[in-house]
C-alpha cells in the first residue's frame, strides 16, 4: 500500500511506490451531502484478479463510494489512485477513459436496439469507402463480435433480437459482457444481481467468476450470503465508515457478520 506523508506545507509525497498488484487505491474518501456525512474516511484497495464485495444495509455509503469512483461524484476530501497514479475525475466520461466500467442494478440499455447494438453503442465499427470520406456502421461485424464474444462467455443468445425481449438475468449479463469486451481495468458493480431470481443469479455469478480474469471487480451488495459466495475479500460499511474487512471469504459466517452491518 503506498503511504503518503503529509509535510507541514501541507504537501504529500509517497513513502514508497504502490504494490504492483493494487489497481485501484481509495484513501481516505469523506463524502458530505450538507449535514449528511455519507463516507467518513473510508480507504479500499483492489487488487488484480480479485472481487472485492463492499456490503451494507441501506444508507451505508455504498452507491456514494462508486459514483466517486466512476466520477460521477467529487470527494469532499480523500485521494483516487489507479496503479498507482493520483486521478481527479470530474465527470463520468473521465473515469471511462481511465479504464473503469460501471454495471448497476438498472442498466442503461435501449429497449428497442438489438443486443448487437446495445453492445456496441457509441462504439460502432465503421466501414470505410472512399479512402475514408464515407463511413457506414458495420452492422455485420457488430453482430459477428456480439455472438462470438457472448459465446466465450458462455451466453448463447439471438444478438439480432431486440434487448427488451430477454430477461433481466441476461440483460444484466450482456451489460457486464458489454463492459468487459472493451477490457476496462476495474469493473464496479452496484447491486446487479438485486432483483433476479436465484436462476439467474447463479449464472451471473458464473460470469463474474470469468470476468475477474480479466480485470478486477468491486461487487456491491446488501446480501450477505451472495458476497460470501463470490467475493475474494469482503469490506462491510456502516454508516459511512468501515467496520469489518476481511483477507479472504474462508471462514466468513452470515451470522457474525451481520454484527458489523
Ligand atoms: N445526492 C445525495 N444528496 C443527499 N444525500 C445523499 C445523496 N446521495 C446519498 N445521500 C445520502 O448518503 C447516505 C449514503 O447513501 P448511499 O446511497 O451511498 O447508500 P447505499 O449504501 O448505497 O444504500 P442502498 O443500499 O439503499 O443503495 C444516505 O444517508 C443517503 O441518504
Ligand atoms: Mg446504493
New binding site residues.
Given amino acids: 500500500m503506498i503511504r503518503a506523508i503529509t509535510l507541514k506545507s501541507g504537501k504529500s509525497f509517497l513513502k514508497k511506490p504502490a504494490a504492483p498488484n493494487v489497481i485501484l487505491e481509495c484513501r481516505t474518501i469523506v ?1 458530505n ?2 449535514h ?1 456525512q ?2 467518513k474516511g473510508v480507504s479500499i484497495e483492489l487488487r488484480k484478479g480479485e472481487i472485492l464485495g463492499i456490503i ?12 466517486i469512483i466512476r466520477g460521477a ?1 467529487k470527494p469532499t476530501s480523500g485521494e483516487i489512485y489507479i496503479e498507482g497514479e493520483k486521478k481527479e475525475f470530474n465527470s463520468p466520461r473521465d473515469a471511462i477513459r481511465e479504464g473503469i466500467q460501471c454495471v448497476y442494478q438498472e442498466s442503461a440499455l435501449v429497449e428497442q436496439l438489438s443486443v448487437a447494438e446495445n453492445f456496441f453503442i457509441g462504439q460502432e465499427p465503421v466501414k470505410k469507402y472512399a479512402n475514408g470520406l464515407v463511413n457506414f456502421v458495420d452492422y455485420k461485424k457488430m453482430r459477428s463480435e456480439t455472438k462470438k464474444y457472448l459465446a466465450r462467455m458462455g451466453f448463447h443468445l439471438n444478438v439480432r433480437e431486440e434487448i427488451r425481449n430477454f430477461s433481466g438475468g441476461e440483460r444484466q449479463a450482456v451489460s457486464v459482457m458489454r463492459a468487459l469486451y472493451f477490457k476496462p481495468k476495474i469493473l464496479l458493480l ?2 446487479p444481481s438485486t432483483a433476479l431470481s436465484e436462476k439467474a443469479k447463479r449464472k451471473l455469478f458464473t460470469l463474474f467468476q470469468k470476468a475477474k480474469k480479466i480485470c478486477p471487480m468491486i461487487f ?1 451488495t ?1 446480501a450477505l450470503e451472495d458476497a460470501i459466495q463470490i467475493c475474494d475479500r469482503l469490506i462491510i ?1 456502516k ?2 465508515e468501515i467496520t469489518f474487512e476481511s483477507k479472504t471469504r474462508k471462514g466468513l459466517r452470515e451470522e457474525e457478520l451481520l454484527h458489523y452491518m
Fill in positions: 463524502k451531502f450538507d449528511i455519507a463516507l451494507g444495509d441501506n444508507g451505508a455509503g455504498k452507491s456514494t463510494l462508486i459514483k461524484y452496484d447491486e456491491v446488501h460499511l454508516l459511512g
